[in-house]
């Protein structure tokens, strides 16, 4: 199936299901019924397949994991209740007491703060490096190093990561790539056809595409040598946690979603519920018309915004003056660079603030890939927590706005920041 195609299809058949169903039906419950002990006994041994409990698995929720793999190419996922909480399970799916990860120091405020002040708290120690500086990416891997994790395009900064480059030096020395592909959405960048091993998204985003839904999910390429790299001895070894199953050895490709399944979800719990699963997969069925839309508007709003004498900076991979354009070009193979835009204003954070005040249509609130332009000032709100030198290597600064362009129409869009810009 095409990827258009897929967005309805994939992961659901109807005569699977009573009565045939047009759309997944939604399985609010928290357990399933056992046939016979022999049953129970052989679903808790993994030797028939089925659902027992909704927070390991559920069947609305199974729909939308196998439908994000089928997009992703990926070889399984597993859907779970936020971006953070998949972001979370990713790393700990890698890495444990003792180990290292290294990061892109171009992340999303919460997962900055995951990394620098969390994960540390249980052990886990994050450097943070410039991502395409691959001579500096060489030089953080040690033989603790078990993920190397970027954003497609960062957030705010919109900076692309060189994901084949990346993945060629992750890959020479056994280490796994985990890339967020929440801002670009499988349908604009294919991460896995360059190397990355992991993908990890916040669903909340442009998947459920209307703001009705937090939810994140975990997708597996399929192509990493977790028993050649010798640095995960947890998949591929016998798991006490899962009376001594051994991942690699019984799931072979999938083997990282399982454990990240059988074990981390079983434990720590952040199971996504099926009525949100229902509605983000009810988003999935127009992302592919959703994500043209927002890239043609996004891409008129930052080339209006180049051409103001109050904006000092337009940050947009797919603005041909942008340092990044090349980049960006390679992995947006369609042409279309999502619908993100940020900018800086020339007077900082006062005229940040101004801006806000005095724009109408946008909404001002905390999120980002709804069908409704959003808007945001990152220095006071999500990277409130950041010191000034902090926001300057996350690449963004006082006066920064963060848009994100909505499906509305395009003469609306650009007339309404038009007014806020005039208004200051
Ligand atoms: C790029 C990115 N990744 C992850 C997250 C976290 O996702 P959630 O809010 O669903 O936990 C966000 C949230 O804004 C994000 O922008």
């Given at each position: 199936?095409?990827?258009?195609?897929?967005?309805?299809?994939?992961?659901?058949?109807?005569?699977?299901?009573?009565?045939?169903?047009?759309?997944?039906?939604?399985?609010?419950?928290?357990?399933?019924?056992?046939?016979?002990?022999?049953?129970?006994?052989?679903?808790?041994?993994?030797?028939?397949?089925?659902?027992?409990?909704?927070?390991?698995?559920?069947?609305?929720?199974?729909?939308?994991?196998?439908?994000?793999?089928?997009?992703?190419?990926?070889?399984?996922?597993?859907?779970?209740?936020s971006g953070q909480?998949?972001i979370?399970?990713?790393?700990?799916?890698?890495?444990?007491?003792?180990?290292?990860?290294?990061a892109s120091s171009y992340l999303y405020g919460g997962t900055y703060t995951l990394f620098r002040y969390t994960?540390?708290?249980?052990?886990?120690?994050?450097?943070f490096?410039?991502?395409?500086?691959?001579?500096?990416?060489?030089?953080?891997?040690?033989?603790?190093?078990?993920?190397?994790?970027?954003e497609?395009i960062g957030n705010p900064s919109l900076i692309?990561?060189?994901?084949?480059?990346?993945?060629?030096?992750?890959?020479?020395?056994?280490?796994?790539?985990?890339?967020d592909?929440t801002f670009?959405?499988?349908?604009?960048?294919?991460?896995?056809?360059?190397?990355?091993?992991?993908?990890?998204?916040s669903?909340t985003k442009y998947?459920?595409?209307?703001g009705?839904?937090i939810?994140g999910?975990?997708?597996?390429?399929?192509?990493?040598?977790?028993?050649?790299?010798?640095?995960?001895?947890?998949?591929?070894?016998?798991?006490?946690?899962?009376?001594?199953?051994?991942?690699?050895?019984?799931?072979?490709?999938?083997?990282?979603?399982?454990?990240?399944?059988?074990?981390?979800?079983?434990?720590?719990?952040?199971?996504?519920?099926?009525?949100?699963?229902?509605?983000?997969?009810?988003?999935?069925?127009?992302?592919?018309?959703?994500?043209?839309?927002?890239?043609?508007?996004?891409?008129?709003?930052?080339?209006?915004?180049?051409?103001?004498?109050?904006?000092?900076?337009?940050f947009?991979?797919?603005?041909?003056?942008?340092?990044?354009?090349?980049?960006?070009?390679?992995?947006?193979?369609?042409?279309?660079?999502s619908g993100m835009v940020c900018f800086s204003l020339?007077?900082?954070r006062?005229?940040g603030e101004?801006f806000i005040?005095?724009l109408?249509?946008f909404y001002h609130l905390a999120n980002v890939g709804d069908?409704?332009s959003l808007v945001i000032h990152p220095a006071s709100t999500t990277h409130q927590q950041l010191t000034l030198e902090q926001l300057e290597a996350a690449g963004i600064d006082e006066g920064f706005i963060r848009l994100s362009i909505?499906?509305?129409?395009?003469?609306?869009?650009?007339?309404?920041?038009?007014?806020?810009?005039?208004?200051?």
């Open positions: 199936m095409e990827f258009e195609t897929k967005c309805l299809h994939s992961g659901f058949d109807p005569y699977e299901f009573k009565d045939n169903p047009a759309l997944p039906p939604i399985y609010q419950n928290t357990s399933f019924l056992f046939d016979s002990p022999e049953h129970a006994a052989n679903l808790f041994a993994l030797k028939d397949e089925g659902q027992i409990y909704t927070r390991i698995g559920n069947t609305t929720v199974s729909v939308l994991e196998e439908r994000v793999a089928r997009l992703e190419e990926g070889s399984g996922a597993v859907a779970v209740s909480a998949a979370t399970l990713a790393i700990l799916g890698l890495a444990g007491q003792g180990d290292e990860v290294i994960l540390p708290r249980f052990g886990i120690k994050v450097k490096v410039d991502i395409n500086d691959l001579s500096a990416l060489k030089d953080a891997i040690n033989d603790k190093t078990r993920a190397i994790y970027g497609v692309p990561m060189d994901i084949e480059a990346i993945a060629k030096v992750a890959h020479s020395y056994g280490i796994a790539l985990v890339v592909n670009a959405t499988p349908f604009l960048v294919q991460p896995i056809k360059w190397g990355a091993d992991v993908i990890v998204h669903m998947l459920s595409g209307h009705t839904s939810g999910i975990i997708v597996e390429s399929g192509n990493f040598d977790w028993k050649g790299s010798g640095r995960y001895p947890s998949l591929i070894q016998p798991d006490p946690a899962y009376h001594n199953l051994n991942f690699w050895e019984t799931f072979g490709n999938t083997a990282y979603t399982n454990r990240v399944r059988l074990s981390l979800l079983r434990d720590i719990g952040p199971a996504l519920s099926p009525m949100n699963a229902y509605l983000i997969l009810l988003g999935i069925e127009t992302l592919h018309l959703r994500m043209e839309r927002h890239s043609e508007n996004a891409k008129i709003v930052a080339e209006f915004l180049e051409s103001r004498d109050d904006v000092s900076k337009v947009y991979p797919g603005l041909k003056s942008s340092p990044y354009f090349e980049l960006a070009k390679k992995y947006f193979y369609r042409g279309l660079f020339k007077q900082g006062p005229a101004a005040k005095n109408p249509l069908a409704r909505g499906i509305e129409s395009i003469e609306d869009i650009v007339t309404a920041i038009e007014k806020a810009l005039v208004s200051i």
